[in-house]
Nanobody, 122 residues
């Protein structure tokens, strides 16, 4: 069973930046895609971005285009989400996800982290 652990969430002021990280449990095959979703209060979970096993291919959903950047440590099951220009609407629980590439970009990953809360507030 793959376990995903997110870190880096917290409170940030509007216009600020935050970097989230996610690490998969030891022994996880490196041949998996990893990505990020988020769920704001009262809203459905939405896809942000994903990267393939090497980090060489990335794919962004509407929620992640423009201000967010996904990256992956070379050869490792560690993925990051750099978030810039944060707004109140970015307040949400951010979830790390992993699995086969096609399933991931079709918003149906095999594995989920427990999530990390990002609060944007002045």
């Amino acid at each position: 069973q793959v376990q995903l652990v997110e870190s880096g969430g917290g409170l940030v002021q509007p216009g600020g930046s935050l970097r989230l990280s996610c690490a998969a449990s030891e022994g996880t095959s490196t041949n998996i895609g990893m990505g990020w979703f988020r769920q704001a209060p009262g809203k459905e979970r939405e896809f942000i971005a994903a990267t393939n096993w090497s980090g060489g291919t990335t794919y962004y959903g509407d929620a992640g285009k423009g201000r967010f950047t996904i990256s992956r440590d070379n050869g490792k099951n560690v993925v990051h989400l750099q978030m810039n220009g944060l707004t109140l609407e970015d307040t949400a629980v951010y979830y790390c996800a992993a699995g086969g590439w096609v399933k991931l970009i079709r918003r149906s990953p095999d594995y989920w982290g427990k999530g990390t809360l990002v609060t944007v507030s002045s």
